[in-house]
T-cell receptor, first 114, second 114 residues
Framework: GAGVSQTPSNKVTEKGKYVELRCDPI?????LYWYRQSLGQGPEFLIY????????DSGLPNDRFFAVRPEGSVSTLKIQRTERGDSAVYLC????????????FGSGTRLTVV | GENVEQHPSTLSVQEGDSAVIKCTYS??????FPWYKQELGKRPQLIID?????GEKKDQRIAVTLNKTAKHFSLHITETQPEDSAVYFC?????????????FGQGTTLQVKP
């Protein structure tokens, strides 16, 4: 596609529920990143995929968070047993080169846990 | 650990004046420093970046300078316009990392008054 597409744009869920956030990167971009942005803060790294594999998942806060990219294109961020502290904007980015350069961000999914 | 400090948190200038935003980083192994602009409710967009083998880079009204010894880098916007109003984020990437993980600063809200 022309840009990085994230769905849904907004998600409200009850505490304890499971959610999935989807990212569709720019066609041909092998590197894909997930970040979390809390209100008034800079994006915080969660996980990086190169192709199908998670090359760096050091930013995932705990085992409730998991992400996949089974075919090296679309990625899904999965959050189990959501907590109110998970409320944030979840941003996805992709790049052609990897190495953190040339990121194009999506518009994000605003997750609200009530 | 890796850390990027950004100052000021808010900056208000008159249209036509210059604006300077400064960031310091903690990891001397960092070698890539992008700047992102984020308008309200929109995705962060890369506006300029610099690598550690360069001291300064300019793109029209925007410039970035890097002082590796002091571990700080700055964004300079000249002849500011109301459309420059946004939140600006600096970031740093560690050279030893092959993951593309970026550490972001906390952001600077720039307001350009007409």
């Amino acid at each position: 596609g022309a840009g990085v597409s994230q769905t849904p744009s907004n998600k409200v869920t009850e505490k304890g529920k499971y959610v999935e956030l989807r990212c569709d990167p720019i066609s041909g971009h092998t590197a894909l990143y997930w970040y979390r942005q809390s209100l008034g803060q800079g994006p915080e790294f969660l996980i990086y995929f190169q192709g199908t594999g998670a090359a760096d998942d050091s930013g995932l806060p705990n085992d409730r968070f998991f992400a996949v990219r089974p075919e090296g294109s679309v990625s899904t961020l999965k959050i189990q047993r959501t907590e109110r502290g998970d409320s944030a904007v979840y941003l996805c980015a992709s790049s052609l080169m990897g190495q953190g350069e040339g990121y194009t961000f999506g518009s994000g999914t605003r997750l609200t846990v009530v | 650990g890796e850390n990027v400090e950004q100052h000021p948190s808010t900056l208000s200038v008159q249209e036509g004046d210059s604006a300077v935003i400064k960031c310091t980083y903690s990891d001397s192994a960092s070698n890539y420093f992008p700047w992102y602009k984020q308008e309200l409710g929109k995705r962060p967009q890369l506006i300029i970046d610099i690598r550690s083998n360069v001291g300064e880079k300019k793109d029209q009204r925007i410039a970035v300078t890097l002082n590796k010894t002091a571990k700080h880098f700055s964004l300079h916007i000249t002849e500011t316009q109301p459309e420059d109003s946004a939140v600006y984020f600096c970031a740093a990437r560690k050279s030893s990392s092959n993951t593309g993980k970026l550490i972001f600063g906390q952001g600077t809200t720039l307001q350009v008054k007409p």
